[in-house]
């Protein structure tokens, strides 16, 4: 059973588009993270959740939400898909706010806007 | 702004050399390292952690943290061709929020 799942794999659209990745994760995790992978490789927090507070980085756009039904999911929802939107997505999970405590990824969504 | 530090490389190592990959960090509050490994079009996954200034040796991978210098390193041993892949330096403070902060990582690559 995959630990944290993101759906789609791979995300293609136009500019403007308004689009949604999914993210679930079945550890009983605390907190649940999104981060943005760019080209080169640098993995940059857009957001921070568990069920008691968001935290969300201030660099990152208001068209970008996250929308969190349950615990278990964490879902990123953008509005208004601008070229530089074009990255891997990365959804995340971690247990508890315990010192050295890993992060769970997903597998990724590749999402490339045309 | 909590910055990590990386040299993008890449670097090349012959097999059954020793790879040394550094990581520096500005954040001073910060108490948790870690060394993520990414193979090309896949997740990060995590190869080892310490808190502790020192080294924390796990088979041929040895890390190694300096608080004062706010250095951590990532020594592996003996590198393999499958070692090959995209090393991303973590950090991450103690309590409250903890959100990692990655580096922009470095790529290895080992050839026979």
Redesign the interface.
Request: glycine share 8%.
């Given at each position: 059973d995959t630990a944290v799942s993101q759906t789609p794999k791979y995300l293609v659209t136009q500019m403007g588009n308004d689009k949604s990745i999914k993210c679930e994760q079945n550890l009983g995790h605390d907190t649940m993270y999104w981060y943005k992978q760019d080209s080169k490789k640098f993995l940059k927090i857009m957001f921070s959740y568990n069920n008691k507070e968001l935290i969300i980085n201030e660099t990152v756009p208001n068209r970008f939400s996250p929308k969190s039904p349950d615990k278990a999911h964490l879902n990123l929802h953008i509005n208004s898909l601008e070229l530089g939107d074009s990255a891997v997505y990365f959804c995340a999970s971690r247990p508890r706010q315990e010192r050295g405590e890993k992060l769970f990824f997903g597998s990724g969504t590749q999402l490339s806007v045309l | 702004q909590k910055e990590v530090e990386q040299n993008?490389g890449p670097l090349s190592v012959p097999e059954g050399a020793i790879a040394s990959l550094n990581c520096t960090y500005s954040d001073r509050g910060s108490?948790?390292f870690?060394w993520y490994r990414?193979y090309s079009g896949?997740?990060?996954?995590?190869i080892m952690?310490i808190?502790s200034n020192g080294d924390k040796e796990d088979g041929r991978f040895t890390a190694q943290l300096n608080k004062a210098s706010q250095y951590v390193s990532l020594l592996i041993r003996d590198s393999q061709p499958s070692d090959s892949a995209?090393y991303?330096c973590?950090v991450?403070p103690?309590?409250g929020?903890?959100?990692?902060?990655?580096g922009?990582?470095t790529?290895l690559i080992v050839h026979p």
């Amino acid at each position: 059973d995959t630990a944290v799942s993101q759906t789609p794999k791979y995300l293609v659209t136009q500019m403007g588009n308004d689009k949604s990745i999914k993210c679930e994760q079945n550890l009983g995790h605390d907190t649940m993270y999104w981060y943005k992978q760019d080209s080169k490789k640098f993995l940059k927090i857009m957001f921070s959740y568990n069920n008691k507070e968001l935290i969300i980085n201030e660099t990152v756009p208001n068209r970008f939400s996250p929308k969190s039904p349950d615990k278990a999911h964490l879902n990123l929802h953008i509005n208004s898909l601008e070229l530089g939107d074009s990255a891997v997505y990365f959804c995340a999970s971690r247990p508890r706010q315990e010192r050295g405590e890993k992060l769970f990824f997903g597998s990724g969504t590749q999402l490339s806007v045309l | 702004q909590k910055e990590v530090e990386q040299n993008s490389g890449p670097l090349s190592v012959p097999e059954g050399a020793i790879a040394s990959l550094n990581c520096t960090y500005s954040d001073r509050g910060s108490q948790s390292f870690f060394w993520y490994r990414q193979y090309s079009g896949k997740s990060p996954e995590l190869i080892m952690f310490i808190y502790s200034n020192g080294d924390k040796e796990d088979g041929r991978f040895t890390a190694q943290l300096n608080k004062a210098s706010q250095y951590v390193s990532l020594l592996i041993r003996d590198s393999q061709p499958s070692d090959s892949a995209t090393y991303l330096c973590a950090v991450a403070p103690s309590g409250g929020s903890y959100i990692p902060t990655f580096g922009r990582g470095t790529s290895l690559i080992v050839h026979p």
